[in-house]
């Protein structure tokens, strides 16, 4: 069981640091705070770890004696995800350490105990959670586990719904996904802010300070916090930006600069940042296949004047990281996960801001995202109470302690020190999204698939006729969706 007990000393600190924190100090946690030792609190980073906060915390979760309740959650290790649940033991680093710690701590509120059931790969949780779920047998209490995957599971009737469970929905680390994931009233799985997947999987325009400086580039942030950062003051701002560094003649990747770049997986998120969703709800809470020819158009031709100064980067999962670091683009859609694996621990200074709104009627910031679904397994019905229990309590930790770590760890900076960096990210941490029509593509990759990749396969000429040919089949994957959940209960 993968299980710890803090030590009277570090279950103290902890104790100490949330008085003031639930006091609304902007309390600083130090690396020795957050350490079960001298060895360890010395290799910690020196960063604060709490932003600033500029309202009350949202209420504390019911706590409760759950009598030695044991939440087994099926997961792996595919893109770290045991350790973006429960890290197995302190380490040092900052965000390791915070997360361990809130763990433990909600633990030993609710003497309960976490404990994670870690299979070989994502499709052995699959497996798992199904066979399990056929036979009734109560061997998880959550599965933690790739997106598709569990969107999978869920169509083959192995979660409950979570809305019958008596989660708080208006607690802030819910988003707008839950709205979004409802189908038929049912809620079978969910993406939140439960663990740092929800940020660390998001997506972000990230900027390199030094060549936007030298090329006397400003970043509005005035008009991003004014809600009036557009798609076409992004085209601006870049126009002209390509420069033929080495002379040739010819401007490559590879050897010159250009404006801005992600990949083709990138653009999912770009499309849904630029608020183009194919899905909606009919007044039944039904899904509905209803692509905005005229929208994605727009957003098309946006998008193409955009790319007059940018280029589709080749380093797939990097998200075009690989140039990024070597000064041949000043604008980068990045995935957060791949600046704290590839960015941090370089020298360079970069900045970031949300994906702009396509227009002005786009009303709010839009930030697309991937994220590690969760859900809770069908035989658990009867635990559903305690599991809703240690699931708030958790998210409550995740939000306010440890999703603001992992960003300024990534960042590199402090937000008490810098409003602007505090502010830039509490607009992306609350308009992370991740889309309805991402979550079920799988199940009909050559309609949906197609539609939630528009950006990749069709433009803006093209458009109508590309909506046209896969209408049909798309309506029919839907029809196929909802059926199944009119069966869910």
């Given at each position: ?46 960063t ?12 504390q ?21 045991d ?94 996904t ?61 126009k ?15 050897d ?18 630029l ?24 957003m ?28 041949r683009?000043?604008?980068d ?17 970069f ?35 305690k ?13 306010y302690d ?9 960042l ?11 502010q ?22 050559g309609s ?22 896969y ?19």
């Amino acid at each position: 069981m993968k299980s710890k007990h803090l030590s009277a000393l570090v279950l103290a600190a902890v104790i100490i640091i949330s008085a003031f924190v639930s006091c609304g100090e902007a309390a600083s946690i130090s690396p020795a705070e957050t350490t079960a030792g001298t060895a360890a609190a010395e290799t910690a980073e020196d960063t604060s770890a709490v932003i600033p906060e500029t309202e009350p915390r949202y209420q504390q979760p019911e706590i409760s004696d759950l009598e030695g309740f044991v939440m087994n959650v099926a997961t792996s290790s595919w893109i770290n995800c045991d350790e973006m649940f429960f890290p197995e033991s302190l380490n040092g680093d900052i965000v390791n350490d915070l997360l361990y710690n809130s763990i433990i701590t909600v633990e030993e509120n609710n003497n309960a105990d976490v404990n994670l059931v870690l299979l070989p790969d994502n499709g052995s949780v699959t497996s798992a959670v199904k066979k399990a779920a056929t036979a009734g047998s109560n061997d998880y209490q959550l599965s933690y586990n790739h997106d598709n995957q569990t969107v999978a599971n869920a169509l083959k009737g192995c979660f409950i719904d979570l809305n019958s469970v008596g989660f708080d929905f208006d607690a802030p680390w819910w988003t707008d996904t839950r709205e979004s994931f409802t189908v038929d009233g049912k809620m079978m799985f969910a993406s939140n802010y439960l663990t740092y997947s929800g940020i660390y999987l998001g997506f972000v325009i990230a900027y390199n300070k030094t060549l936007t400086e030298n090329m006397g580039i400003e970043v509005p942030y005035h008009s991003i916090f004014d809600g009036r950062w557009y798609m076409s003051d992004f085209i601006s701002l870049i126009k002209d930006t390509n420069t033929d560094l080495n002379g040739d003649g010819a401007i490559k990747p590879s050897d010159d600069l250009f404006g801005f770049t992600t990949t083709d997986l990138g653009l999912v998120n770009v499309q849904v940042s630029l608020g183009t969703t194919i899905l909606s709800k009919d007044g039944d809470g039904m899904l509905q296949y209803t692509p905005d020819v005229d929208h994605i158009v727009n957003m098309l031709d946006k998008f193409e004047k955009l790319m007059e100064n940018g280029f589709r980067a080749d380093d797939g999962i990097s998200y075009g990281a690989t140039y990024f670091m070597k000064d041949r683009v000043l604008f980068d859609y990045v995935q957060i996960r791949v600046i704290a694996e590839e960015l941090r621990n370089t020298d360079m200074s970069f900045g970031f801001i949300p994906c702009p709104k396509l227009d002005e009627s786009q009303e709010k910031y839009v930030s697309g995202a991937f994220d590690v679904f969760w859900a809770i397994p069908v035989p658990a019905y009867d635990d559903a109470d305690k599991i809703r229990i240690l699931l708030e309590n958790i998210s409550y930790n995740s939000f306010y302690d440890v999703v603001p770590a992992v960003y300024e760890t990534t960042l590199k900076v402090k937000f008490s020190e810098s409003e602007q960096d505090a502010q830039t990210f509490e607009i992306i941490r609350d308009s992370m999204f991740v889309d309805s029509g991402y979550a079920f593509n799988e199940q009909s990759s050559g309609s949906l698939g197609k539609m939630v990749r528009l950006l990749s396969n069709t433009d803006s000429a093209s458009a109508a006729s590309f909506c046209e040919k896969y209408h049909d089949k798309a309506v029919a994957a839907i029809e196929k969706i909802n059926g199944t959940y009119e069966n869910l209960g």
